[in-house]
């Protein structure tokens, strides 16, 4: 079931709730400390997902050189498979849509690989052992961007 979530700018007061999302969310989650430090980054652009006024979820993405990593991203669990990240990816995308987009997914992730795939990303690799608690490889994915056609206002003679 699709529910409408608000996406805004995460603000610097909702890290705290951000990292609780996080700690539900991975068997190995980040810190505050990674989480604040993120946010300081001028490269780092993060987005709150909120329904009700309430933060329900989050997306973190760093520009990498002329791509953008999809460096974490989380829903808190009462609220997931109602399509809160594909909304957050899809203002990501939106925002930086002809840059392309990389991202590691654990390689048992099913859903999230789903999610993935069914928003333009491909597997573009595999790195063994990637992950700890558990120990697990990472599934890298990629999505190309779409160029931003440039229009002229010369007139034709």
């Given amino acids: 079931m699709m ?3 608000e996406i805004l700018p995460l603000k610097a007061e909702q890290l705290a709730e951000v990292a609780q999302i996080a700690a539900c969310s991975f068997p190995d989650p980040w810190s ?3 989480f604040e430090a993120a946010f300081a980054q001028a490269d ?3 987005w709150a997902a909120m329904m009700d006024d309430m933060l329900v979820g989050y997306l973190v993405l760093q520009r990498l050189g002329e791509e953008q990593s999809v460096d974490d991203i989380a829903v808190l669990p009462a609220y997931r498979r109602q399509s809160i990240a594909e909304q957050l990816l899809q203002t990501a995308h939106a925002a930086f849509s002809d840059s392309n987009f990389i991202l590691e997914v654990r390689e048992h992730n099913e859903a ?3 999610l993935y795939q069914k928003l ?3 597997q573009v690799g595999f790195r063994k052992r990637y992950y700890t608690n558990p120990a ?3 599934v ?3 999505r190309q961007g779409v160029p931003v056609e440039k229009t002229s206002n010369v007139a034709a003679l």
Avoid: D, N, P, R
């Fill in 136 to 138: 697990e490889g990472a």
């Fill in 120 to 122: 333009g990303y491909e």
């Fill in 140 to 142: 890298l994915m990629t």
């Fill in 3 to 5: 529910q409408k979530a």
């Fill in 44 to 46: 780092t652009q993060m």
């Fill in 32 to 34: 505050l400390t990674v």
């Fill in 112 to 114: 999230a690989i789903a």
